[in-house]
């Protein structure tokens, strides 16, 4: 079992250095960025390996008093334990991550240390070894903790400073004085190495930008505990970069930092320990040198996960005929004048950085947006698609990547949701709802994709992001699509239901459906994929195909999608 | 690795969790579908208490129901326009010029016969241009029927020339002022409760028993998912207008049966408030995608139970304006403290 999960990640890492392979794991994150990352995340590990976090508890000096404790903290909410008897201690000049699937009580956590949720009574939280009590949204700033949620949360039309300042603004005579409040928040920005000023309005900042203010507001409220919920999803990969370094530079400065996040990747380049929760408990903590892919998935699964990724289709084994083509399609914009064919029975990953424009003309070829050059053929034949329902009605179905507020329709039922896009052909006289087919197609999604709900007539937004992403493809699925464009489908999904995604993906491609996968995390795409197309700034920059001699490899996607190789060739 | 301390985890526990959870939604469910029904009948039992027992007679009832009946047919079509996140405040002023149209057709000697579907074709006229502004103009649904609601009354009182127009002899006056009786000398309904438990029941045929009904529930929920599911979320948009004024037509023609006689100025004002009050009572969410015609149903009965009762009591006509404000921002309170516990995230 285990030899397994190594091996999967040899194979992103392609470069396998087997005298070091936990060394070379860490950094096969790293490769996704840039050189200097991976020296950085070298150079730590080194560190980290000469002071083991496992012994800091018993050194002396300020450094190795732990900054938080929590011990036996419980929370129930009507009777049900979401969070029980967790223990968990971090260190200052500590990055801490904190993983666990969908609904294993890091939200609860979190908000129990912000304090928006009072713990039941019996366990305590000390903070530099005082017992505190965290009460109200203010309780958690006050008690030095800070947490940067993943929609942030900042006012779009007041500045930075007004943003930093906000409820503590400076006031004289009862007007805000905004000269001092811009002059205090300067050098906070200049420690950040931010690229704009205080008086820039948040609106117009991108959002990494925004992130480096809710940053710069955790430390002008002289925070010691910076809590980031899964900073990275809504970021570029350059931009990640630059957080992370920034992460790296608030723990040297001796903050503590617990790190959300789904990705294995970025908890390898900057976690100093992991601590994984699953069902409310808290089941394991791992120190730098024990973090390990296969180690973690089984403490936050808790069975082993025996293939992650699934790709046992052959694309060769079907009759390969040309199923989707989109030719010369752009918008005037964003995209412009892309081609692609993806073939019958075959998976196609669509890579590129965020902004590069693959949802775009993912929207265009389903007509959900306008075109303005460009056609789409399906079969061969020029079909003319001007919306979704024509799209549908074309054989093209799409899953969009924001879930929530794009996919799934929340108060409804999930019996609802699967049905919606098929509910007219089902119907008696093309209106009368066929009740029983319905609670029919219901039933076989819920047992086909396996998805976990008391009942098909339970409202879809009270599942975990996993089932809903089930609920959302078997809407998809029920109109028994030619083409199906998967726009990141294991976004916010957590790791056991990412893996029953995969293996859907891959029995949709052996019944000959043609996918499209667009996806930011290589070794997805990778993993699943026969071939890749990568975009650019708006064109497609190159594709590469998977042969029995070269799989595909993260370097060369990645290079194409930044466009390293043409800067190289100036 | 674990920590000693850390408690196996029992898979009954996350079972568990889930069916409690199930179990909460369920009664939650349960609490939004009887939502105001127990409100109502204690305003009945307490109004027949507080009146001598002269609530509960079959001749109050009747009048009840019947002051019930129009605002009914109103909610009903609002109950359309608020379950798609909208709103349609020119209700009163369709129902005034379609009463006023079908009162001038019905004077008219060889046409007077269609003076009804005359009102009606007039109220759905007016609802597919507010349909079609909302949806084709993608103009906000409150400015739009702002505006109607302005713009048509003005056409009302054109429409009469600013005056009052009788007509002792309508056709069809039974529906306004007749009964249905169903048990002689006992038990009688007057023909526009009649009219209304229809338009109920045709309501709830439709938007539980059809695909259009699924949605319009859909892009009250979430608009831009419904247009990616491939909905026509224009062609619903106009439908539900066209409802709300076909429905609004359908009320000037009960009024005018009922009065045998309409007035622009003063037919139908302010009665989109007493609508959008009783759907909001039912149950039905603001925000859209929430909502059942049932509830609005209770919510209208509330509305005139409370206007008859207040009356019953003895309860000063100022005091009832203050009292009805007062049950408005009740149910508002009511909307937000649903919401909060539902599902939305």
Not at chain 2, 48 to 69: E, K, P, T, W, Y
Not at chain 2, 335 to 343: I, M, T
Request: glycine share 12%.
């Amino acid at each position: 079992m285990f030899c397994e999960h190594r091996s999967w990640f040899l194979k992103i890492d392609q470069l396998p250095r087997r005298g070091e392979l936990r060394f070379s794991v860490a950094c096969a994150a790293a490769l996704l960025f840039n050189e200097s990352t991976r020296a950085d995340v070298a150079h730590k590990t080194r560190v980290t390996k000469r002071l083991p976090s496992s012994a800091r508890g018993g050194e002396k000096g300020t450094m190795s008093d732990p900054i938080l404790q929590m011990r036996r903290v419980s929370k129930s909410f009507f009777g049900i334990k979401a969070l029980r008897n967790v223990d968990l201690t971090v260190y200052p000049g500590e990055i801490h991550a904190l993983m666990g699937e969908n609904g294993a009580g890091k939200s609860t956590l979190m908000k129990i240390l912000s304090g928006a949720y009072t713990p039941d009574p019996g366990g305590e939280i000390r903070i530099e070894g005082k017992v505190v009590h965290i009460d109200g949204p203010l309780g958690g700033r006050a008690a030095g903790i800070s947490i940067i949620y993943q929609e942030l949360s900042l006012a779009p039309n007041l500045s930075v400073a007004e943003n930093i300042y906000l409820g503590r603004e400076i006031s004289q005579f009862g007007l805000l004085a905004r000269d001092s409040m811009r002059a205090g928040v300067g050098p906070i920005l200049k420690r950040l190495g931010a690229d704009f000023s205080p008086s820039s309005l948040v609106a117009h900042l991108s959002m990494g930008q925004r992130q480096l203010v809710e940053i710069a507001r955790a430390l002008h409220a002289r925070s010691k505990i910076l809590i980031m919920d899964e900073p990275t999803t809504a970021l570029s990969a350059g931009e990640s970069e630059r957080l992370f370094s920034l992460v790296r530079q608030l723990r040297a400065e001796g903050l503590a930092i617990i790190y959300i996040s789904h990705r294995m990747d970025e908890v390898y380049a900057l976690g100093d320990r992991v601590t994984v929760l699953r069902d409310g408990t808290l089941v394991g903590s791992l120190d730098k040198p024990q973090i390990r892919a296969d180690t973690i998935v089984r403490l936050m699964v808790g069975r082993e996960v025996s293939s992650f990724y699934k790709k046992d289709h052959d694309p060769r084994a079907r009759s390969g005929a040309a199923v989707l083509a989109a030719v010369d399609v752009g918008d005037g914009q964003r995209v412009k004048g892309c081609s692609l064919t993806v073939y019958s029975g075959e998976v196609v990953g669509l890579a590129g950085l965020i902004g590069a424009g693959r949802t775009e003309l993912a929207h265009l070829i389903i007509g959900a947006s306008p075109r303005t050059s460009g056609h789409i053929e399906i079969d061969g034949r020029a079909v003319n698609i001007r919306t979704p329902g024509e799209a549908l009605d074309a054989g093209i179905a799409y899953l969009t990547e924001d879930r929530k507020s794009l996919g799934l329709f929340l108060d409804m039922s999930c019996l609802d949701n699967i049905n919606l896009s098929v509910l007219g052909q089902d119907a008696k006289l093309r209106s009368i709802l066929d009740r029983n087919k319905a609670r029919e197609r219901a039933d076989i999604a819920f047992a086909t994709l396996s998805i976990r709900a008391a009942d098909v007539g339970v409202a879809a937004g009270g599942l975990s992001g996993g089932n809903q992403q089930k609920v959302l493809l078997s809407r998809l699925l029920a109109t028994a699509p030619k083409v199906l464009i998967l726009d990141e489908p294991t976004r916010g999904v957590d790791v056991g239901a990412k893996s029953e995604i995969y293996s859907i993906i891959d029995n949709l491609a052996k019944s000959g459906t043609a996918i499209l996968v667009i996806s930011s995390d290589l070794p997805e795409i990778i993993g699943i994929c026969d071939r890749v197309i990568i975009m650019r700034a708006g064109r497609i920059e190159g594709e590469l195909r998977r042969t029995a001699t070269s799989p595909l490899n993260q370097e060369d996607i990645m290079a194409l999608a930044t466009g390293v190789e043409q800067l190289d060739a100036s | 690795m674990p920590p000693d301390n850390s408690a196996p985890v029992k898979a009954a526990s996350a079972a568990g969790f889930a069916v409690a959870q199930t179990k909460r939604q369920r009664t939650r469910l349960m609490i939004r579908a009887a939502g105001m029904l127990p409100v109502l009948v204690l305003l009945c039992v307490g109004f027949h208490f507080l009146s001598d027992g002269r609530f509960f007679s079959g001749q109050n009832l009747g009048i009840v129901l019947q002051q019930a009946a129009v605002n009914t047919v109103l909610a009903a079509g609002m109950t359309f326009v608020i379950i798609t996140g909208g709103i349609d405040l020119s209700v009163g002023s369709i129902l005034a010029a379609s009463a006023m149209a079908g009162l001038i057709i019905s004077k008219l000697p060889e046409l007077g016969a269609l003076w009804l579907p005359a009102a009606v074709l007039t109220g759905l006229g007016f609802g597919v241009i507010n349909g079609s502004l909302i949806a084709l103009l993608r103009l906000p649904p409150f400015i739009v029927t702002l505006g109607s609601l302005t713009a048509v009354r003005g056409l009302a009182r054109l429409l009469g020339a600013d005056t009052t127009v009788f007509n002792p002899s309508i056709p069809y006056a039974v529906i306004g002022n007749g009964s249905l009786t169903l048990v002689p000398g006992v038990l009688s309904i007057p023909w526009l409760s009649v009219i209304a438990l229809l338009v109920i029941l045709i309501s709830w045929l439709v938007l539980r028993r059809t695909v259009l009904g699924v949605q319009i529930y859909a892009v009250g929920g979430n608009e831009s998912a419904a247009r990616l599911a491939g909905i026509k979320v224009w062609a619903v948009l106009i439908f539900v207008y066209g409802v709300s004024g076909l429905l609004a037509g359908l009320g000037g023609a009960m009024q005018a049966a009922r009065l045998y006689a309409a007035n622009g100025l003063q037919l139908g004002q302010s009665y989109e408030l007493d609508a959008i009050t009783a759907v909001i009572l039912g149950g039905t969410s603001f925000v859209g995608g929430i909502g059942s015609i049932w509830g609005t149903l209770v919510g209208a009965l509330i509305i005139a139970v409370l206007s008859n009762g207040l009356i019953l009591t003895g309860v000063s006509d100022i005091w009832q304006y203050v009292i009805k404000g007062l049950v408005i921002i009740g149910a508002v309170a009511l909307d937000r403290y649903r919401l909060q516990g539902s599902a939305r995230t």
